[in-house]
Nanobody
Framework: QVQLVESGGGLVQAGGSLRLACVAS????????MGWYRQAPGNQREMVAS???????NYADSVKGRFTISRDGFKDTAYLQMNSLKAEDTSMYYC????????WGQGTQVTVSS
């Protein structure tokens, strides 16, 4: 079955960086859309970034210029490089994969201290 395993979350000071990784298995990664959502307690889940199989990317306005999404077809892995982190980036981050249907990772916590 399809599995998405996330890693890379943690605690970082404001202005710092983190890189999230999402490893996919059980699916044709090369034809799948990948991306990240985040959800903080009491808030709705919001799209952070996405990347299509052809490499086309899309970002939430709140992270443009600070976050970069990428994918590695050899490792079946999507990455979210997060720079210049702010306290408001604190959230649970969820990786997703779209191919016929949507699959979700287990989530990884990112906490930015101000």
């Amino acid at each position: 079955q399809v599995q998405l395993v996330e890693s890379g979350g943690g605690l970082v000071q404001a202005g710092g960086s983190l890189r999230l990784a999402c490893v996919a298995s059980g699916v044709d990664f090369s034809t799948s859309d990948m991306g990240w959502y985040r959800q903080a307690p009491g808030n709705q889940r919001e799209m952070v970034a996405s990347i299509a199989p052809d490499g086309m990317t899309n970002y939430a306005d709140s992270v443009k210029g600070r976050f970069t999404i990428s994918r590695d077809g050899f490792k079946d892995t999507a990455y979210l490089q997060m720079n210049s982190l702010k306290a408001e980036d604190t959230s649970m981050y969820y990786c997703y994969l779209n191919r016929i249907r949507t699959y979700w990772g287990q989530g990884t916590q990112v906490t930015v201290s101000s």
